[in-house]
């Protein structure tokens, strides 16, 4: 029975050898010199490595159940299997700094970076890569097949604590060398991140603190969005709320075309956010701004969806639409509860639009319930208003 590990191992030392010829050739194959094709090369040549790996577990497993790691001082079969397979795993993680430097290295792939690594770690990463797996691979045969009184003869014994010594050697101080620098890198890099983070916020401070009511309603716009400084963004929508011609420059704002320049009005999505994020009490006046704005976003959906095109898959109205949709929900309770303007038939016509355009989209299932609950809440808002005069 122990005899049928020997089929995944031999063939799990072919693809090793494999691995080795890709490795060693002298040049990359024709056609394949350029940067993205050596890219490429390096998951050809990963590909024995991973399916040779994955065939000697088995052989590892088989082997403790055969007796093979009866040399370990641990009487139970099961933690002889778990400190094989333990073992197993740290060589492999072990091995990977030298088989990345050995791939690197390789004339079919000439990275930069590996070839920086010096003579003795270039060599040393080749031999763990290429010769130790091979070692220990004929080790682990030898244990499997040898009679029981022999499996602890010297040569084999020597031969496969020398391939671990090596790649637990090397392995580690390059494995550790690189995993310093890959910290550093990374710390490097967030560190980059924040100090943008930091000098974005100073500039969106600086920026806003220069605002007055004198500037056109597009300008205040940047800072009001979801990607504001919550610190900006309530003082901002706080001071737009008590603009003195916010009404009329709204009513500008939701007529401009998307085509509209930013110094004519605020592009066609903030001037739609900007009336539900304010804080004020809109007049009748709105109504129908607010209503043909809503009919525009309704059109807009209905002929948005073009076959093979970006916006042809059912979901894209869920991640490009959902603010404006929730925004014309928003307004059209403001509206009625400030002026007693009915928008139910404006967004009933927005909500057969997303439903006839995605039907299967998020928004065509949760919008109409939406909808309906806000058509509710307006009906009971315009019963209530006659008793409040």
Known sequence: MKYMFNVPLAV???LHAWFISLVLMPSPWSGWGDGPSRGAMVLVMLQPVLLSWLLLTP????????GGFAWLRVHRQWLRLTLALL??????????????IAIGISAAVADSDSLAFG????????????????ILMGWLAWVINAPPAKRGA?????AGLAALLLTTLTGGILGTGMLAEEIAVERKTAARY?????????????GFAKLTDADPLWKWAGYTDRFAPEDVRQ????????RPTLEPDLIAALAAPDTGSPDAAIDSERAFLLPAAIPFEPSAAMGEPLRARIGRLAREIRTLRQPRSSNDFDDYVDSWYEERLAAALVMSKK???SAGVDLSDALRDLQSAVVEAYPKSRSAKTYPGQVAATTKQIEAVLAARPRQN
């Open 154 to 158: 010297m040569l084999p014994g020597a």
């Open 59 to 66: 052989v590892v497993i088989g082997a403790v159940f055969a």
């Open 119 to 134: 003579p003795l770690a270039k060599a040393s990463s080749l031999l763990v890569a290429t010769l130790a797996p091979l």
């Open 194 to 206: 924040q100090k943008m983070d930091d000098e974005r916020n100073v500039a969106t401070h600086s």
């Open 335 to 337: 509206i009625a509860a």
């Open 87 to 100: 073992g197993s795993l740290l060589i492999a993680i072990l091995t990977l700094p030298c088989i990345a």
């Open 235 to 242: 003082p901002a929508l706080r001071r737009l709320a008590a």
């Open 12 to 14: 799990a030392a072919l």
